[in-house]
């Protein structure tokens, strides 16, 4: 089965520094999609950036970057210029990119990462 | 504008009693799922479902029960029979099975 292990409970980064979260996964699949979600105080999941197991290239979206490294298991996510609204959960989150009858459309999440953000 | 909605966000169950969570979606996508948050976990998954009149188990169904009659609703009934029923319920859709996930603004349950 898979497992996703984030091992910083809690986290904190001065305003405009940057920070780096943690993220390492169990899978014996080659062919997978890794995601982080942000879980902000209205608690609501909002996905932040996706990265797909089959592209060598980091994916990147404004401040927020990932560094994946297949070989390692490991998927950590940069946050760069941190703001205030970074404040919140961070979860990693992987699910099998092969689809069959039924079984595989399960996101496995990590137990969070609680960011604070220090004015 | 088009999203996940959720209701209600709160809600308060006396033991012993059903309760239904609403799950709405106006973003046209086939496959919706409920998922269960408790504190200090991540979340797990109820039920999926990835087109109308189908549904499937997820890792912890038991003690819940849904139905998918229309492509835009998907709700949770939390039956007696689940035994540790108050969390936080987080609704979710996507194109389709394999596609991203998207979440709704969730329902805080609370059993008395």
């Known amino acids: 089965a898979q497992t996703v292990t984030q091992s910083q409970p809690e986290m904190s980064v001065q305003e405009a520094e940057t920070v780096t979260l943690s993220c390492t996964y169990d899978?014996?699949?080659?062919?997978?999609?890794l995601f982080w979600y942000k879980q902000p105080p209205s608690r609501q999941m909002i996905l932040v950036i996706r990265q797909e197991a089959y592209k060598q290239q980091n994916a990147t979206e404004n401040r927020f970057s990932v560094n994946f490294q297949k070989a390692a298991k490991s998927f950590s996510l940069k946050i760069s210029d941190s703001q205030l609204g970074d404040a919140a959960m961070y979860f990693c989150a992987y699910r099998r990119a092969l689809i069959s009858n039924f079984g595989n459309e399960k996101l496995t999440f990590g137990t969070g990462t609680r960011l604070t953000i220090i004015p | 504008d088009g999203g996940i909605t959720q209701s209600p966000k709160y809600l308060f169950r006396k033991e012993g009693q059903n309760v239904t969570l609403s799950c709405e979606q106006n973003l046209n996508h086939d496959a919706m799922y409920w998922y269960r948050q408790d504190p200090g976990q991540g979340l797990r998954l109820i039920y999926y479902s990835q087109i109308v009149n189908d549904f499937q188990k997820g890792d912890i169904a038991e003690g819940y029960s849904v139905s998918r009659e229309k492509k835009e609703s998907f709700p949770l009934t939390v039956t007696s029979a689940q035994k540790n029923p108050t969390a936080f319920y987080l609704c979710a859709s996507s194109i389709q099975l394999t596609d991203t996930q998207y979440f709704g603004p969730g329902t805080r349950l609370t059993v008395l």
């Open positions: 899978t014996s699949e080659s062919d997978y999609y």
